[in-house]
T-cell receptor, first 112, second 109 residues
Framework: DTAVSQTPKYLVTQMGNDKSIKCEQNLGHDTMYWYKQDSKKFLKIMFSYNNKELIINETVPNRFSPKSPDKAHLNLHINSLELGDSAVYFC???????????FGPGTRLLVL | QKEVEQDPGPLSVPEGAIVSLNCTYSNSAFQYFMWYRQYSRKGPELLMYTYSSGNKEDGRFTAQVDKSSKYISLFIRDSQPSDSATYLCAMRNFNKFYFGSGTKLNVKP
């Protein structure tokens, strides 16, 4: 059983389109994250939710909108996709106050 | 200046070698220090974490933290080809995690 799952694994789309990525965790964690990993492998936090409440919102264009319907799910919607949005997006989950995070397999987004 | 700096490598070593991976950081408020391993086209997986200066050992892996120098290291003994991956250091301050850019390691049989 996959602990943190993401769909889709690959996403190829045209500039200007709107797309969503979904994340689910079955570990009973109360905190979920979205990270962006660029081509140089630099992993940068975008958002974090704790018990469905947004607690971290980094300097991310407002074209990116996270939504957490419940503690086990965190989705990411991206409007008006741009070439620079091409990256691997990782979802992660953990327990507030603990050091460990568990990452999903990533969603590889390519904007043409 | 990034808050966490890590040499991207690549680092190529023969099987059985001792590997040393390092990161420096600038924020003295970081409380916890972690090492992640990321295989190609996979998500990062946690290897080790520590919150104090000193050494922590787990099998062939030793994590070392020097808070006075703002420097952390990961040592891998008796390296194996299966250790070939990108190693990311990470640090935590309250709810936020800051990652290094990763060092790519290749262990040659």
């Amino acid at each position: 059983d996959t602990a943190v799952s993401q769909t889709p694994k690959y996403l190829v789309t045209q500039m200007g389109n709107d797309k969503s990525i979904k994340c689910e965790q079955n570990l009973g964690h109360d905190t979920m994250y979205w990270y962006k990993q660029d081509s140089k492998k630099f992993l940068k936090i975008m958002f974090s939710y704790n018990n469905k409440e947004l607690i971290i919102n980094e300097t991310v264009p407002n074209r990116f909108s996270p939504k957490s319907p419940d503690k086990a799910h965190l989705n990411l919607h991206i409007n008006s996709l741009e070439l620079g949005d091409s990256a691997v997006y990782f979802c992660a989950s953990g327990t507030s106050g603990q050091e460990t995070q568990y990452f999903g397999p990533g969603t590889r987004l390519l904007v043409l | 200046q990034k808050e966490v700096e890590q040499d991207p490598g690549p680092l190529s070593v023969p099987e059985g070698a001792i590997v040393s991976l390092n990161c420096t950081y600038s924020n003295s408020a970081f409380q916890y220090f972690m090492w992640y391993r990321q295989y190609s086209r996979k998500g990062p997986e946690l290897l080790m974490y520590t919150y104090s200066s000193g050494n922590k050992e787990d099998g062939r892996f030793t994590a070392q933290v020097d808070k006075s120098s703002k420097y952390i290291s990961l040592f891998i003994r008796d390296s194996q080809p299966s250790d070939s991956a990108t190693y990311l250091c990470a640090m935590r301050n309250f709810n936020k995690f800051y990652f290094g850019s990763g060092t790519k390691l290749n262990v040659k049989p």
